[in-house]
């Protein structure tokens, strides 16, 4: 699944058109229906070098109080959420599938969320997959509190980081790593390239209540449905306990050796976080000998990168039972 606002309906082949930051000071914006057009006017540019050691600039659009952008902003969460549930009881029918989930890094907390939501999600498999949202400031050692209202743009900043994973062992002189950067970056500018996503999968307790409450006041919901609306959101970012609940599923959580991003050490950080769930699931952390963050990663002596061998490692698991709760 991609995230709301992600799919570009206007192209039958799906790429964005143009650059993702404009020269006018307008930028790309989601399109979360066919009719939608976020203007200029509803939002602010922000750049932000907090965080510049690791990220570079962070630019932002902060979508302005009142605006649709605003609103879609605070109540995206609940859409992707019946999102998942209708898509897998409609594709994947209790009474004839197991399904087995993935989230790609961000979407590893969304993928832990589904598992407890979805009856017949099996299992967690994982590829640089972060865990709970919870966990992420604790095996980070990172807080990411950004308001909800702030939609995160992906430029050739985030091409630069990937790219040096794969080729910080490499020979490569300044100039023509930048070069390759920046080529890369005209293929990958096409992808959507925003992220709306940081405050759950980094456990921005603020900017989650403050989304609930917009959204419930824009509903004029009771105060006893607002309070059960923003434990829903806070409910994103944790498993869920008690009776008759399910419990979480076990995960396979693996790792190229370059992941400079979802790393094995803050995978290895996290098991003592799942064994004191109730009941806890079966962890097990695998760490490749080549890969990096992303998926799409290949080199001379691994023509077709790690995919294959991620994908054997998860039929293997499934097949043999890893899976199976005891």
Not at 5 to 14: A, I
Not at 144 to 163: G, H, K, S, V
Not at 225 to 238: C, E, K, P, V, W
Not at 282 to 298: D, E, K, M, Q, Y
């Amino acid at each position: 699944m991609t995230f709301p606002g992600r799919f570009y309906f206007l192209d039958r082949s799906r790429d964005w058109a143009g650059d993702v930051e404009n020269n006018d000071s307008s930028a790309r914006t989601p399109l979360w229906t066919r009719e939608t057009r976020i203007t200029p006017d509803q939002y602010a540019v922000i750049q932000d070098q907090s965080k510049r050691k690791s990220y570079g600039t962070l630019v932002s659009l902060s979508a302005k109080q009142g605006t649709e952008f605003f609103h879609r902003m605070a109540s995206w969460p609940v859409a992707f959420e019946e999102a998942i549930k209708q898509t897998a009881s409609r594709h994947f029918p209790d009474s004839e599938f197991s399904v087995y989930i993935h989230g790609h890094s961000t979407g590893g907390p969304f993928a832990m969320m589904a598992s407890q939501r979805v009856a017949n999600i099996a299992g967690l498999v994982g590829y640089g997959s972060s865990p709970f949202g919870w966990m992420y400031p604790v095996v980070s050692g990172d807080d990411w509190e950004f308001p909800f209202n702030q939609l995160r743009l992906r430029t050739w900043r985030d091409t630069a980081r990937y790219m040096y994973e794969g080729m910080k062992h490499e020979n490569l002189g300044l100039p023509m790593l930048i070069e390759l950067i920046f080529e890369r970056w005209q293929s990958a500018k096409k992808r959507p390239n925003f992220k709306a996503e940081d405050f759950i999968h980094k456990n921005c307790v603020r900017a989650l209540e403050t989304a609930a409450r917009v959204s419930a006041e824009r509903l004029k919901l009771s105060n006893r449905d607002s309070d059960a609306l923003m434990q829903r959101y806070l409910g994103y970012t944790r498993e869920l306990s008690g009776p008759g609940t399910k419990p979480v599923p076990n995960f396979l959580s693996i790792h190229g050796v370059n992941d400079d991003t979802v790393t094995l050490g803050r995978c290895q950080r996290s098991l003592p976080l799942f064994a004191k769930m109730n009941p806890p699931p079966n962890v097990r952390s695998v760490s490749l000998g080549a890969g990096i963050h992303s998926w799409g990663w290949s080199d001379q002596q691994l023509p077709q990168g790690i995919v294959r061998s991620v994908a054997k490692l998860w039929y293997d698991a499934i097949t043999n039972g890893f899976f199976v709760k005891e």
